[in-house]
């Protein structure tokens, strides 16, 4: 199995692709709320850095911020009664730290970072950095050290 040579450390190979305060409307009666809606974002990547932060304090037993799926734009058949989503990936997003969000390369590269946070939060605070450094196997990281010292 080849193993993909990657850069998290880089700092510039990884690029915001939400960030973001949400927050829950006003209910119908009063002291109460209306869930905040889900968000869905183009990503390019296969690899997403995704961190929650609750704005007003929560009980310690609350440790969900939300939960991240990326998922692909595909439609196998035109008379299916589906969404054209196929979910590739989805976790659970502690509070207070990143989480790797990742899943396998599948062409096309563009994927769909849909993040849902739960009903019983008011408010929260998220970040998503897709990661979009080199990519690259062992293999193919030797045979371009060849190529180079042949030139």
Request: charged share 15%.
């Given at each position: 199995?080849?193993?993909?040579?990657?850069?998290?450390?880089?700092?510039?190979?990884?690029?915001?692709?939400f960030r973001r305060t949400l927050?829950?409307?006003?209910?119908?009666?009063?002291?109460?709320?209306?869930p905040i809606p889900s968000e869905?974002?183009?990503?390019?990547?296969?690899?997403?850095?995704?961190?929650?932060?609750?704005?007003?304090?929560?009980?310690?037993?609350?440790?969900?911020?939300?939960?991240?799926?990326?998922?692909?734009?595909?439609?196998?058949?035109?008379?299916?009664?589906?969404?054209?989503?196929?979910?590739?990936?989805?976790?659970?997003?502690?509070?207070?730290?990143?989480?790797?969000?990742?899943?396998?390369k599948y062409p096309p590269q563009?994927?769909?970072?849909?993040?849902?946070?739960?009903?019983?939060?008011?408010?929260?605070?998220?970040?998503?950095?897709?990661?979009?450094?080199?990519?690259?196997?062992?293999?193919?990281?030797?045979?371009?050290?060849?190529?180079?010292?042949?030139?």
């Amino acid at each position: 199995m080849l193993e993909p040579v990657l850069d998290l450390y880089g700092g510039t190979s990884w690029n915001y692709v939400f960030r973001r305060t949400l927050e829950a409307r006003d209910g119908p009666v009063p002291n109460t709320f209306l869930p905040i809606p889900s968000e869905i974002v183009v990503c390019n990547s296969n690899l997403v850095l995704i961190g929650c932060k609750p704005i007003l304090s929560v009980p310690p037993t609350w440790r969900v911020g939300c939960w991240a799926s990326l998922n692909l734009n595909l439609l196998p058949d035109t008379q299916t009664e589906f969404p054209p989503f196929v979910q590739v990936a989805r976790q659970a997003i502690a509070f207070n730290i990143f989480s790797l969000l990742t899943c396998p390369k599948y062409p096309p590269q563009t994927f769909f970072l849909k993040l849902d946070i739960p009903h019983w939060l008011e408010s929260v605070y998220i970040e998503a950095l897709a990661y979009d450094g080199p990519y690259t196997t062992r293999e193919s990281q030797q045979i371009a050290e060849i190529l180079q010292k042949l030139n």
